[in-house]
């Protein structure tokens, strides 16, 4: 009893600043909007049938899942490399080298995407070398569009796919992949045939993990759109704070809850029986 | 095996990914010109001047970090007998409870931070101290007892045991035994959410208004809006205020030896 008596403070602080809030944001979501946009209580599914009867909210669906599944593929192409570059390195380099790769976790997302803003605006680095080079004269335009988007939301998934890949590859027996090497394999063969399918569900889990972050984000999709690039979570933004329709807000962010749920759902079931084979 | 050229290659692409955004910023922010352009036309101190001498950045900078250490304060003091009573005590319900208390991370902190909205706004407690500092817990508070329950369950059993038969009370042994041994844990857990609190952007930009904003929500609006290297110098000092707190955990702890134990 003494055990429940001790967590009782952190429930208590967690009931009325996570569990209400999200109970209301459920009850808000049944609510309705009258022509005035003003907020009514109700108990309806109009609402939902406004959103999803809309063609803007599919539009914005497709635009969110392809944005963040590009992104979470891009991500996970590249912190495989690194990740196999930490696992060969001598032992004293590879503490430095996977703090390296989830430092950007210490950076907040705000002050990487101004660094984005000097990389890639129309004078900023890459740019500068482009018309330096006489490539091109006129400015290439990677930010304020979904290029920028692009680029940002893979720069900021890579260190959790790194996080998961190297938790997931360090139980991987590096001596298959050198036996693979004795007995005449090549160094690509060696890759594609052993090391690929050996990573193949650590791989699964950082694209997991990059895809649900990336259909939530918010901070990247704002700032490196320039306000051009819309996704579910700058609308749910939008919706609560510029247009004040919460009821809308809230019910597009229940049907967001919904669809990672089920996404969740679904690679616990795909990678069961993955396990189960 | 030794690496290949070509997974050298791509391990350089990606590190180059990963860090020039923050070596980007720590250049621009010493930049003497007018816009966020590279190379910068020359270097000086002039942005890191007019961070300072901008009122309302630095109050944003004042409100930010009292609201993280309040926020640290309260994710320790609930935190820590939650993460003593999973750790060490057996009672009904326990492996619900620790799952509950770490539930808030799985939420997407822009729903978590539209429902608070939707709370806090009616109580006519958005944009205010009890307010944010309620919103920042739902983050801090489940870092700070996952942390505390692997620090806690890393101290032998036996000392407290032990104690008890020395005759102190249980109390007196979780107090006077477990929690200086467990202190390691309790430091990189505070230093944690602090840093939780102190970046946190996306549920902080639902709660603040003109009354109370904070350092994070100024620099996502100042990046909004204009492109000049003020932003980057307000960048750095966020990064340099991680890095401090990092820096000075590892000193007094050993960072990656307190957090890296689970």
Not at chain 1, 186 to 196: G, H, I, Q, W
């Amino acid at each position: 009893m003494i055990g429940l008596l001790l967590c009782l403070p952190a429930a208590l602080i967690l009931a009325a600043g996570f569990v209400w809030p999200v109970l209301l944001l459920g009850r808000i979501s049944f609510n309705r909007t009258n022509d005035m946009g003003a907020m009514e209580q109700a108990w309806t599914l109009e609402t939902y049938a406004r959103i999803v009867t809309d063609d803007f909210t599919w539009d914005l669906a497709l635009n969110t899942i392809t944005l963040s599944a590009g992104a979470a593929a891009a991500a996970v192409a590249l912190a495989l490399p690194v990740t196999l570059l930490i696992r060969s390195a001598p032992p004293r380099w590879r503490g430095l080298l996977a703090l390296m790769a989830v430092a950007p976790l210490l950076v907040s997302g705000t002050a990487r995407v101004v660094g984005w803003m000097a990389i890639l605006g129309d004078q900023g680095m890459i740019n500068a070398v482009l018309t330096g080079l006489g490539i091109t004269s006129d400015p290439v335009r990677l930010i304020n569009n979904l290029t920028g988007v692009r680029i940002g939301l893979t720069e900021s998934l890579m260190p959790y796919c790194c996080l998961v890949l190297i938790a997931g590859m360090s139980r991987l027996d590096s001596r298959l992949e050198e036996a693979a090497a004795t007995l005449g394999a090549t160094r690509s063969r060696t890759f594609l045939r052993v090391t690929l399918p050996l990573a193949a569900p650590a791989l699964a889990a950082a694209f997991a993990l990059a895809f649900v972050l990336g259909v939530s984000a918010f901070i990247t999709p704002r700032l490196m759109g320039g306000g051009r690039v819309f996704v579910v979570a700058t609308e749910i933004f939008d919706l609560a704070l510029e247009t004040v329709d919460w009821p809308a807000a809230s019910a597009l962010a229940m049907l967001l809850l919904g669809t990672l749920i089920v996404a969740m759902v679904l690679r616990g079931v795909l990678s069961g029986r993955g396990a189960a084979r | 095996m030794k690496p290949g050229w070509f997974l050298r290659f791509a391990a350089i692409c990606g590190y180059a990914l990963l860090l020039a955004p923050a070596v980007l910023v720590f250049v621009i922010s010493f930049s003497a010109g007018d816009f966020l352009n590279f190379p910068p036309p020359g270097f000086s101190l002039r942005w890191y001047a007019a961070l300072i001498d901008n009122g309302q950045l630095m109050t944003a900078l004042r409100n930010s970090a009292l609201l993280a250490l309040a926020v640290a304060s309260i994710a320790l003091v609930v935190g820590m007998p939650a993460a003593y009573a999973i750790a060490r005590l057996e009672f009904p319900g326990r492996g619900a409870l620790a799952g509950f208390l770490v539930a808030p991370l799985l939420l997407p902190t822009l729903v978590l931070g539209l429902a608070l909205l939707l709370a806090l706004q009616p109580a006519r407690l958005a944009a205010t101290w009890p307010g944010l500092m309620l919103a920042h817990a739902m983050v801090a508070v489940p870092f700070a007892v996952r942390i505390m329950t692997t620090a806690f369950g890393g101290v032998p059993k036996d000392l407290e045991e032990a104690a008890w038969t020395l005759g102190a009370t249980r109390f007196q042994a979780a107090l006077r035994v477990t929690l200086p041994l467990a202190a390691p844990g309790a430091i990189a857990a505070g230093a944690l959410c602090f840093l939780v609190s102190f970046d946190e952007t996306v549920i902080s930009l639902f709660l603040v208004g003109p009354r109370l904003s904070t350092l994070p929500v100024e620099m996502f609006r100042y990046a909004e809006s204009r492109t000049d290297p003020l932003v980057a110098a307000l960048a750095m000092t966020l990064i340099g205020v991680a890095l401090a707190v990092v820096l000075l955990v590892e000193r007094l702890v050993g960072f990656t030896r307190a957090v890296g134990r689970n």
